[in-house]
């Protein structure tokens, strides 16, 4: 066993007692003293020992100190300790469990976690049974100590423990539930919820009694009891539902009374309640019609702000004042995604905001009530009408700004799901909220600004009220935009952005002052809002296009957005959105670019190239560096992906002067690294070769093998960028591709075939690339034909005619005129892709015709008859018609 140097231990000891001194250099000698103890194994055992041994002879702030220290030394150190120290510091935290102190108490907990989560379960296989048995026993402290440790426990690895651990210990902790002690109640309720929350099945076998113990805490007036309580009832909605409902009417009641406590966080966990329920639409629609009248204005009454809410503590007038490091939202860039909707499509989770009324904050009761009348709108619809209308129309003339602004934050909520029942009044309403962008309150404005952006497309869309209400909103946007407070330029720009994406070209009359107010917010806004800018300015472009190329209006924007791009470090994250931005001014502008791309284009470089460097030397020596981000390269890979599409002349000779050709290579072997940057690196390999050929061809076999290895549908993005490429590839490789087309096109294969719920855009581009392949290369891949052909022709089918989808038929022709027995046992779809086309060309349509008589002459007049009369009638009007078959 081991035992602590006496002097070792002394001056251990002395260090925990100088960390609380105040002076900075104290501070800092002991936080140098301990970075080096740290290094040594047997510096747990001290610091476990100080806390559970030295209760005499060391105040308990110090012993929790250690104890915290401790944690921190096993999150860094446990897989490397021998087994006899894993085993003393296991032994020795639980002494300490029924402490008089409670910060110890809570201390074990957290050392007993850490351990659990640095380690394999079964290395303490008793840990749960001897906590459970600890909780029977007559020492109140040791019970608060042992359901600590079991909550943390559960919180952070309850999805570890397999049942047979976890179902003796349910029992024991719902006897707690009617405990006399506030403390135990809600640990032993908040220790459930945690393994509710990942595993169903121990409350499987003691649902009844779970229910029963639960209902009976619905008068207690312990706060954090009532917020477990209502945790509880919200996760059963997801878990046993059907038990439930015989008990819904009257947990609905008791829910709608606690969203409206006193005490915000119990009034938030209730109103999560709404949330889930909404994800049963039926059962919500069923259950809540009866409640809507009393449900509805207790949401609209939430949606106030709290007096404690810190954006009424804001400075109004505070255009000026620099943004706080913490108050910035971090961002994250979203890497480029190639083919025909450029974009990764509706099969993926996009990292977008969530349509709520704040650009950031923390989950509040006023957020989340807004969100529950949001889903409560998509579901009730007109319905909800009925009782909201009233409610509106008190609360958007009410003399107390906060009851208005809650009107207003209520009527954007339900924009989407009552939009065919608001529309009558919006005639009413949109003069109403153009004129409270006028408000003396900021927080009036930015909300108009915000629920004004959820009526956008009705703006757009309707003829009558676009020719009433576009000028007059883009104008008050612009001007909000401008704004002496920072939270209204924030929305302001935000929904700008929004009316960006549905006006698309109708916003080009108004470039010249929508340029000037951009141009002039570079001047005025502080870091947060310049994000949002940025992403306006890059939205502007992807809507006009090349309208934004007129010698003005490169003029006014450029030179505003050089100066950021200048001013920049290159390791300033600022860069993300800034680069993103440019991205999409690039593609807008094209050659009226041109002045700027060499100074952007050695940037990205060079950025690229420190990445690499921060790479290699973390490979070199991990224990030494820090793993690098990957953003900055992810980013400037992107925005030469775009430099690439739109100059392709100019990036060819840019590119001969450094070897760029070299970095992608690098970059696509980084398998071990975040998928983005293949991801990236795969994009701008695809659009150098489109654009510069020579330059990648001395390196094509190594990029095919890189494109071959990265053939992972499970790695949507990856996959489809690659495959891409590869189809990019094989055009400009032609017949030097045939040596390589076995491996390719059976992981081609693979991926068409995977099933129809993957991603569209990844098997669009898999068709199209099968298909250019076989344009060279028909003869080998004429013999696969038979197992590719019905997934390619049914995704070909949805493109629309362009020139992708007209290099994957040509090919698809030549490989079924050199295996036409492949395609027989699916003609039919291959019809049906051949009169997906409007317009082809005559040499196409030649093609086209030619396998259909001839597959018509080989089955002979009367098998061809049957045929067609099988055909859906109008897959058999469109070949007539076409065809004249």
Known sequence: MWQPDGEELGQVVALLQHSQSTDRDVQKNVQLRLNQLNEHQRFGCYLVYIFSQMKEDVDSTSRSLAGLLLKNNIRQKWTTY?????????????????????????????????????????????????????????????????????????????????????????????????????????????????????????IDLVIDDFLNSLFARAHDQDEEVQKQLCRSLTLLLDTHIEKMMPHLPNVVDYIILKTQDSNELIALEACEFWLSLAENSEICRQLLQPFLEKLVPVLVKCMRYSENDPALKANEDDASVPDREEDIRPRFHKSKQHGLMNGIGEDEDEDEDDDDDEGSGDWNIRRCSAASLDVLASIFSKELLQYLLPILKETLVHPDWLVKESGILALGAIAEGCMDGITPHLGELIPYLLGMLQDKKPLVRSISCWTLSRYCTFVVTD???????????????????????????????????????????????????????????????????????????????????????????????????????????????????????????????????????????????????????????????PNEYEEPETDFMIVALDLLSGLAESLPVQIEQLTQQCNLVEMIIFCAMLQDQRADVRQSCFALLGDLIKACYPLIKPHSQTFLMLLAQNMDPSKISVCNNAIWALGELALKMGIEMKPFVAPLIEGLITVINTPQNMQRTLLENTAITIGRMGQACGEETAPYLVRFIRPVCYSLRNIKDNLEKESAFIGLCNMINLNPGGILPDFVFWCDAVVSWNTPKPELKDMFNRILLGFKQQVGEPNWSMFIAQLPAPLRERLYTQYGI
């Open 82 to 202: 021998p087994a006899d120290i894993k085993g003393f510091i296991r032994n020795h935290c639980l002494t300490c469990i029924a402490d008089d102190t409670s910060l110890i108490r809570a201390t074990v907990g957290i050392i007993v976690t850490t351990i659990v989560v640095e380690e394999n379960i079964s290395d303490w296989p008793d840990l749960l049974a001897t906590l459970s048995t600890m909780t029977t026993t007559q020492n109140e402290n040791m019970q608060e100590g042992a359901l600590s440790a079991l909550q943390k426990i559960f919180e952070d690895s309850a999805d570890r423990f397999e049942n047979e651990v976890l179902n003796p210990i349910i029992p024991q902790l719902l006897v707690f539930f009617d405990n006399p002690s506030e403390r135990l109640r809600s640990l032993a309720m908040n220790s459930i919820n945690c393994i509710l929350m990942v595993n169903n099945d121990p």
């Open 463 to 621: 003829e009558n009220a676009r020719n009433h209400y576009f000028q007059p909103l883009l104008a008050n946007y612009l001007n909000c935009s401008l704004d002496i407070n920072k939270k209204v330029q924030e929305a302001a720009c935000s929904a700008f952005a929004t009316l960006e994406e549905e006006a698309g070209d109708q916003l080009i009359p108004f470039l010249p002052n929508i340029l000037d107010t951009l141009v002039r917010a570079f001047a005025i806004y502080q870091a947060k809002n310049l994000l949002i800018l940025y992403d306006a300015l890059g939205t502007l472009a992807n809507s006009v296009g090349d309208a934004l190329c007129r010698p003005e209006y490169v003029q006014a924007l450029m030179p505003p957005l050089m100066e950021k791009w200048e001013r920049l470090s290159d390791d300033d994250k600022e860069l993300f959105p800034l680069l993103e931005c440019i991205s999409a001014v690039v593609s807008a502008m094209g050659l009226a670019f041109l002045p700027y791309i060499e100074p952007v284009f050695r940037r990205c470089v060079t950025l690229i190239t420190k990445s690499i460097e921060q790479v290699q030397q973390f490979n070199m020596n």
